[in-house]
């Protein structure tokens, strides 16, 4: 695993490239709940840190209002529906 610095200075380009991409801002960092209680975090750049099983070991997310997390399991059922030849036909251009 990454140092402490390593791991605060890759966080703190995250934060910043989310700034310069997303029109909304951060509202908190997710990390794997290993990570958060190896490093003890409850902030970084200003935002709450919180513990996330989903987040790999050595990475972290920028949580959102725009995130897309969780966006896969809005599209199953229409997802499954296509499989099974009941979803949207594609327009011929």
Known sequence: MASREEA?????????NHADTCPLPAQAVLVHPDTKAEFGWDYLCGLPVDE????????????????????????????????RGEGPVPSKA
């Open 52 to 83: 996330d099983a989903r987040v790999p070991l050595g990475r972290f997310r920028v949580q959102c209002e725009g995130s897309a997390h969780g966006l896969e399991e809005q599209f199953a059922p229409l997802l499954a529906a296509t499989a």
């Open 8 to 16: 605060e200075r890759s966080v703190k380009d995250g934060l910043s």
